[in-house]
């Protein structure tokens, strides 16, 4: 503990008394400054290279492409996630989507996910990206194109389109854009020079393309239109199916080639007996299909004789 002697000197005393105050104010400024170090230096956040542990799983990358808006899709395939996450110990599903179809391709093509839904179209690429079918979604009669106008449109026959707005989700959207395309062309519709090509990136915008007067007629296929009828009855009220095309396959599952067999065989036998209970008939109802089904890379050479034809009638597609 420090002291301060005052001597009876008025003028000395003076003197030492003011040093003795400087000392006591230095000492404890020094004090307080050495007081405030430590409370600083104890809250001062920590960081570090190291990633941080959230669990114990091993998780995997489950990609879906742009069948509705990144939303939906979590609304829709997430519930699925979760069951396959709970039927198989140590595992978890991150579900991914994309912004639209050029963002799934180039995420398919860098092979970030191990499992994925494509459209059959990028089924067939995914071969050459280091992937391979091990299912597909049940219904092919629902995989087609299907053409929306409004109700109060002039466009009855095909050879009324000329000169007009064809709105699509993407060059790349197999049954909503390169089916449609093809049912034109052979129905004397020249794709490239008779009618304006307009990509607006989802099944929604296409619809909404017609329904806002933006193009003359949307293409789009039957589950992404029954979701808008739900979802948007005004709208939708005002607005027709008016001719629809052939069908091909469903959308598939591929898995990347590198990926434990035991999971692939695992994951393909929990999607192909959903349809077996009710809690699986659920969560297939609340992704638009009755069912999976077994299916390999063989199964999607239809794909290829379409493309083929596509390629030969409407453009090269690569």
Request: aromatic content about 10%; glycine content about 4%.
């Amino acid at each position: 503990m420090m002291s301060v002697t005052f001597l009876s000197s008025p003028r000395l005393s003076a003197r030492r008394l003011l040093r003795g105050c400087l000392t006591i104010a230095f000492w404890v400024v020094v004090g307080g400054l050495a007081a405030c170090s430590r409370e600083e230096t104890a809250s001062t956040p920590q960081y570090t290279s190291k990633a941080v542990v959230a669990d114990q799983l091993t998780h995997y990358v489950f990609s879906i492409h742009p069948l509705q808006n990144p939303v939906l899709l979590h609304q829709k395939f997430q519930p699925l996630m979760a069951y396959l996450q709970t039927q198989l110990p140590g595992v978890a599903f991150d579900l991914e989507t994309s912004s639209d179809y050029a963002d799934y391709e180039r995420k398919l093509r860098a092979g970030k996910a191990t499992f994925s839904l494509p459209n059959p179209y990028h089924a067939a690429l995914s071969r050459d990206w280091g992937y391979h079918v091990i299912a597909k979604m049940g219904n092919d009669e629902l995989f087609r194109g299907v053409f929306i106008a409004r109700k109060d449109s002039p466009i009855k026959t095909p050879a009324d389109l000329k000169g007009k707005v064809v709105a699509y989700p993407a060059p790349t959207a197999l049954a909503a854009a390169m089916m449609p395309q093809l049912y034109l062309q052979k129905a004397g519709v020249d794709v490239q020079t008779d009618i304006k090509n307009q990509y607006v990136g989802t099944h929604n915008s296409s619809i909404m393309n017609a329904y806002l007067r933006q193009s003359d007629l949307s293409a789009t296929w039957p589950v992404a239109w029954a979701a808008f009828e739900q979802s948007n009855p005004k709208e939708s009220a005002e607005l027709q199916v008016i001719w629809q095309t052939p069908t091909l396959i469903q959308n598939a599952i591929v898995a990347l080639n590198t990926a434990p067999p035991e999971l692939l065989e695992k994951v393909t036998r929990l999607l192909t007996h959903l349809q077996d209970s009710a809690q699986g008939q659920q969560l297939l109802k609340g992704i638009d299909t009755t069912s999976f089904v077994t299916a390999n890379n063989q199964d999607f050479e239809v794909v290829d004789k379409f493309l083929e034809e596509y390629n030969n009638l409407v453009k090269k597609q690569k």
